[in-house]
């Protein structure tokens, strides 16, 4: 195969017939055909080139914490951003690349003495991942601290920095997928007291324990109804601890759908058709997902080459 004599000559770390739900968070998916890991910017840009160039068909993932992926053989190059976690300060801003989780950026922000984005400190995504979604919690969003992003047009084949008000930032939605592919993001940073904001990141590690499931999930399935969460609706149908197979609605929070431990993505995709399905009966409101699911067709994803 063309694609691994490439990646053995720069090498680039892959796996062949990768277990998608390994690398899911919330433990679910078939098979990958190849899994490649990128360990910095020129790795990245190397493999999007000869992906692009040869039209083999891939996808960009960080910590899959919000995407639902196929149960049966996903053929693509799934391409992960988990190895690519460099973080650097200057003037008043941290520059982090794409598979840096949130958390880990958070506690190294207290470690340089700078004031970190406390309410994003429990999100488990990825800098590139938060940003591609405008992930937020407690009333803030990456989008509030984000100054610009590096990002790699494949189109024009070259990397361009793209400023924030040109992301087209909105609830939990960014244009960043018609930019390109996200490299690193610039987020605003000082310094401050570090003991203060310490104490603020553990009360909202304390909440989210309080308020959410343990249980394997993707975070909220679906987007607020104007100012009422859609977990309000569900809750009132009387949804909660409703299962599908091992797919389950939490009976801590109504706006999470928990993996039991054996849940399939087929599971997950029905169990949000019937939830849809009652709150519009019930409510006459139309939920619409959060998440991403990647559709299946004859038991393949298929995507658009990038």
């Not at 940073?189 to 203060?196: L, N, W, Y």
């Not at 999470?256 to 849809?276: K, Q």
Request: hydrophobic share 40%; charged share 20%.
């Amino acid at each position: 195969m063309e694609l691994i004599s490439f990646l053995n000559q720069h090498d680039i770390e892959y796996t062949a017939s990768e277990s998608v739900a390994r690398l899911s968070f919330v433990g679910i998916g078939g098979q990958a055909a190849l899994a490649v890991y990128p360990k910095n910017r020129g790795e990245m840009l190397c493999l999007i080139a000869y992906l692009s160039s040869h039209r083999i068909p891939y996808k960009v993932v960080g910590n899959m914490s919000n995407i639902l992926p196929p149960d049966g053989f996903w053929g693509i190059c799934l391409v992960s951003t988990c190895k690519m976690r460099s973080v650097y300060f200057e003037e008043g801003l941290a520059i982090a690349e794409c598979g840096l989780p949130l958390s880990l950026l958070c506690r190294t922000m207290l470690a340089e003495g700078r004031v970190p984005p406390a309410e994003l400190s429990g999100i488990p995504a990825t800098v590139g991942g938060a940003v591609y979604q405008n992930a937020g919690a407690f009333g803030i969003e990456i989008a509030d601290y984000l100054r610009y992003a590096d990002i790699y047009d494949p189109k024009q084949d070259r990397v361009v920095r793209v400023e924030r008000d040109a992301l087209g930032f909105s609830y939990r939605r960014s244009a960043l997928s018609s930019h390109g592919i996200l490299l690193s993001a610039a987020l605003a940073c000082h310094e401050g007291d570090i003991k203060a904001a310490e104490a603020s990141m553990t009360r909202v590690l304390a909440l989210r324990r309080k308020s959410q499931p343990s249980a394997p999930s993707l975070g909220s399935v679906f987007l607020r109804v104007g100012e009422t969460s859609a977990a309000y609706y569900i809750d009132r149908a009387g949804l909660k601890g409703y299962s599908i197979g091992g797919a389950s609605v939490s009976t801590k929070h109504a706006g999470f759908i928990v993996n039991t431990g054996n849940a399939t993505s087929r599971d997950f995709r029905a169990l949000i058709a019937f939830i849809e399905k009652t709150v519009f009966e019930r409510f006459g409101v139309a939920l619409k997902t959060e998440i991403e699911i990647v559709k299946e067709k004859e038991g393949n994803a298929w995507l658009r080459f990038a």
